[in-house]
């Protein structure tokens, strides 16, 4: 069974600050990371994808991965209210049914920032 | 690009009856589509992938019969939860990945209340 470990928070981080997010995965065979943020009542929405080792940057976000320790990260540089939200962090890998890769879902951080 | 869309948006009904929910991605083909389910508070759990053309494949614990799986075409999936009870209340969100490739993109999601 393929695990994937968040700490669910709360995480409180002050306007302006940087958030940490972090992930750990059980699958040292899989090869694709992303993280989603997801709103209360609303679907995930994909923000940062990440395929081999080392640093990933796209604006505000930096997603880090490291596969010898099978740890994958989020940072969120000059943090802003509209930031708070549930984090997710999703590993791509086979599943126990046998089909298509889809997706495994840690169970999120609840990242708040405060003004 | 690589939007998915699912309808209803909401659905009350009451139990014993059977709800139908759609996923279509709308500017992609899509030959897997991905079926989850969210209780509240908890993070998304996969139920089963559908492949176009062929029968789903479950997850373990999730009941075949009762959740019927339909893909039709490469743009669209059906979910139709059975003879449904109030535990069948959930967040169902659809995600599909393009035959192309690339990251995996969520349908906003179909929030189910039975009676």
């Known amino acids: 069974q393929k695990e994937v470990e968040q700490n669910s928070g709360p995480l409180s981080v002050p306007e302006g600050a940087i958030a940490s997010l972090n992930c750990t995965y059980s699958?040292?065979?899989?090869?694709?990371f992303f993280w989603y943020r997801q709103y209360s009542g609303k679907s995930p929405e994909l923000i940062m994808s990440?395929?081999?080792?080392g640093d990933k940057e796209d604006g505000r976000f930096t997603a880090q991965l490291n596969k010898a320790s099978q740890y994958v990260s989020l940072l969120i540089r000059d943090s802003q209210p509209s930031d708070s939200a549930t984090y997710l962090c999703?590993?791509?890998?086979?599943?126990?049914?046998?089909?298509?890769?889809?997706?495994?879902f840690g169970k999120g951080t609840h990242l708040i920032i405060q003004p | 690009g690589a939007v998915v869309s699912q309808h209803p948006s909401r659905v009350i009904c009451k139990s014993g009856t059977s709800v139908k929910i759609e996923c279509r991605s709308l500017?992609?083909?899509?030959?897997?589509m991905f079926w989850y389910r969210q209780f509240p508070k908890q993070s998304l759990m996969l139920m089963a992938t559908?492949?176009?053309?062929?029968?789903?494949?479950?997850e373990q614990g999730v009941e075949k019969d009762k959740f019927l799986i339909n893909h039709a075409s490469l743009t669209l999936s059906t979910l139709t939860v059975t003879s449904a009870h109030p535990e069948d209340s959930s967040f169902y969100i659809c995600?599909?990945?393009?035959?192309?490739?690339?990251?995996?993109?969520f349908g906003p999601g179909t929030r189910l209340l039975v009676l």
């Open positions: 500017d992609f083909q899509a030959t897997t």
């Open positions: 990440i395929y081999s080792n």
């Open positions: 999703a590993v791509l890998g086979t599943y126990s049914g046998g089909g298509a890769d889809g997706l495994t």
């Open positions: 699958d040292r065979g899989s090869q694709s």
């Open positions: 559908s492949n176009e053309g062929s029968k789903a494949t479950y």
């Open positions: 995600s599909a990945r393009a035959t192309s490739g690339g990251a995996i993109n």
